[in-house]
């Protein structure tokens, strides 16, 4: 039985719901992870059945409403027409309880949308920009993407993923300098190959407590000592935007441009207090 009619016909709670569902895929080694996508598709699928009955609904309802109005005082032709099976009243009522039976079905489908999301995300497991888009095709409402787009792989690479000394040194560093805020544990879930487990009670990512032109300096110092058996680097910008909290405006309208200016002129222009994070990365193995 699928989450979805687990809601709905056993009446069970959306949150608790999810929030088992989720550590079970996250703790249960034989585990397919392609379930958690089509759990998503389903209760998706679902959702947007109902929310098209319900459009239907409303549709045949303002036509009703607009076939009275034209045909008001117009007497019938028969004694039957005179007096038909459901008067006006009775069919509005009818038609207003069965909007009503939709509507609380798809908010509840909703519910369990959002609530799965934030579970996933709670117990860091995510799905990649390939299977969110094919849920996207599905038919996406806005509201159900902004919640879908906190389990999108933003994520550093396991093999670029810092060692457990370098990432312990490399916190300590930047915290001794105010350059960041947040625990270690948060640091290695993002940054180090500790856990894959999103620590318990962080709701917020870290934060860069530097200038942005700094940030781009330190993602690129970062990218670089990650990638030392790569030929070139790729600056994961944006799993390192949403690991120290930087908003997806300001990662456009203004870390990239900074990143891109960085790639052209290598360290020329370095900003101010590049020397102390210099500094930290020599003290890295």
């Known amino acids: 039985m699928k989450l979805f009619e687990r809601l709905l016909y056993l009446h069970e709670n959306p949150a608790t719901l999810a929030a088992s569902y989720a550590e079970r895929m996250r703790w249960d080694g ?47 032709e028969t004694p039957s027409q005179a007096e038909p099976e459901t008067s006006p009243a009775q069919g509005n009522a009818e038609a207003q309880a069965e909007a009503e039976r939709l509507a609380a079905r798809v908010a509840a489908l909703d519910a369990l949308f959002c609530e799965m999301c934030r579970a996933l995300d709670a117990e860091g497991l995510t799905l990649t920009g390939g299977e969110i888009s094919a849920l996207a095709r599905q038919g996406l409402p806005e509201h159900l993407a902004a919640e879908l787009d906190a389990i999108k792989r933003a994520a550093i690479p396991r093999a670029e993923r810092l060692g457990a000394e370098d990432a312990a040194a490399l916190w300590d560093g930047l915290t001794r300098q105010g350059l960041i805020s947040g625990t270690a544990a948060t640091f290695a879930y993002y940054l180090g190959q500790l856990s894959n487990r999103k620590p318990q009670g962080q709701e917020k990512a870290l934060c860069w407590r530097g200038t942005d032109a700094l940030f781009c300096y330190f993602a690129w110092r970062l990218s670089m000592y990650m ?28 870390i990239r441009p900074y990143l891109s200016d960085m790639r052209q002129e290598e360290t020329r222009h370095k900003p101010k207090g590049s020397t102390e994070i210099d500094a930290i990365f020599n003290t890295l193995k």
């Open 30 to 76: 034989e585990a397919d992870r392609a379930e958690m996508l089509a759990e998503l598709a389903a209760a998706l699928a679902a959702r947007n059945t109902w929310a098209a009955e319900a459009e239907s609904l409303e549709r045949e309802r303002a036509e009703r409403c607009s076939a009275a109005q034209d045909f008001a005082g117009i007497g019938p």
């Open 227 to 254: 990638q030392r058996a790569a030929l070139g680097y790729t600056i994961r910008e944006k799993a390192l935007c949403r690991a120290f909290g930087i908003s997806e405006e300001k990662r456009r309208n203004t």
